[in-house]
């Protein structure tokens, strides 16, 4: 296919007759803002932007566009880090922002109904006078349909789930403009094909998510935030592990190096100690039981060689604990100026955590580089910050030749080169490895879905 950079006349009265005059844009501005999202991608600009209010909308856009071999890129709130919503060969940018509706919260079910284009925050701000939320947590506010496409997580799949997890019933409309339904709304099914796992994590190249039925979690009664810091960053990832097969769940368990605890104190917002660092959160129903527990995870960090054990933290020292590991990323950007990151994205099972963490600092180290990472280690997550600099080529090909190894040692511990950020634009070249033959029958599937390759071409293959 190849790029359309332009559309005609009558495509564009055809797209305004859909959504109205005012909800196509051709605009520089829009254009632009819809070329690129957090990752370092280089940005390609659409023809067109459109934001339907409906599914009946989607569905004739993607009915128009499928007879017409247009390019449709879905966007949400564009905050993916690998490219996932840039629309590389140009054609329709699809923008769900208009459709950002709580439908339906049915209290006794643990349940919401939404449209897709709903940010996750501020569902969760609204479902807080329900004493629910749901537990995905990206840090970035999504939207609801991009955090599905790219099946996101974040510091609390560790109890609660991914996305995927969480995700009982969706309405999809496919590229010919056919509208669907998948999943139920029932806890559980042995129904068919699960086609609702198929689309979740497809990057928007099945299939547009209109609207979604998500599970929830009540807020916990009782809380309490850990920062527990170690003299190596073996004795903390080694400590991951033990704390997993304690049965203790932890809601959260994230793993920060020396490097990132001495950028997040440099900003002056934070006091972290600097020292490989555990931040984790615990969840209860009563303080004795919550105490009890803690006692026990204190135990476990000391035996690996745990410095200082700060617990007992409330929410304001939990939410200011979590800004400064969702912050991390722009803090390293903001610090270093002159300077771009690859964000590596690694999973293992969690038994090889440590020497994934240890595989990484080699390759940086190979590869004469100044990196950092964080992880939802809990999840054997793990993103170091791979530095460049931008506009000179042989920095990116270093860089990227150090991602390289540490995605191969990934795979190569029984891993994947994405735990959650999605294949996008730069972990296409990671897929033949980690997937073997299933990449055909995905290919396959592909083909089968979208024949006329119209929905996000250029991405997962
Ligand atoms: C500072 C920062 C921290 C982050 N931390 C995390 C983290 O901890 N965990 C994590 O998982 N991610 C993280 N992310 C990445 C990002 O927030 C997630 O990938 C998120 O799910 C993207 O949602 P979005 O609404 O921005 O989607 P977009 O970026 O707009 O789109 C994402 C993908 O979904 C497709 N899409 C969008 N809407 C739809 C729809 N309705 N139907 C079908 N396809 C659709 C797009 O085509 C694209 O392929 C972080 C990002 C930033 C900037």
Known sequence: MEPLRNLGEDALNHLRSIVGEEHVSISSADLDQHSHDESFHEAHQPAAVVWPGSTQEVSAVLSYANQHRIPVTPWGAGTSLEGNPIPVLGGIVLDTLRMDKILEVRVGDFQVDVQAGVRYKDMNAALARHGLFFPPDPGANASIGGMIANNASGTRTLRYGSTSDNVLHLQVVLPSGTIIHTGTRSAKTASGYDLKRLFVGSEGTLGVVCEATLRLAPVPDKL?????????????????????????VPAALEFLDLATTRALNASGEFELPEHPTLLMEFHGTTDEGLAQELSEIKGLCKEEGCLDFKSGLGRQVRDQMWRARHQNYEIQVRSNPGTAFLIVDVAVPVSQYP?????????????????????????????PLVPYTPGDAASYEVALAAQKAIVEAAISLGGTATGEHGVGIGKRRFMALEHGESLDLMRAIKETIDPNGILNPGKIF
């Open 224 to 248: 309490s935030a850990v920062i527990a810091s170690f003299s190596s960053p073996a004795g903390a990832t080694n400590t991951v592990s033990a704390i997993i097969g304690s049965g203790i």
């Open 355 to 383: 020497q994934l963490v240890e595989e990484a600092e080699k390759a940086l180290a190979a590869h004469e580089l100044r990196g950092s990472m964080v992880g939802h280690a809990g999840d054997g997550n793990l993103h």
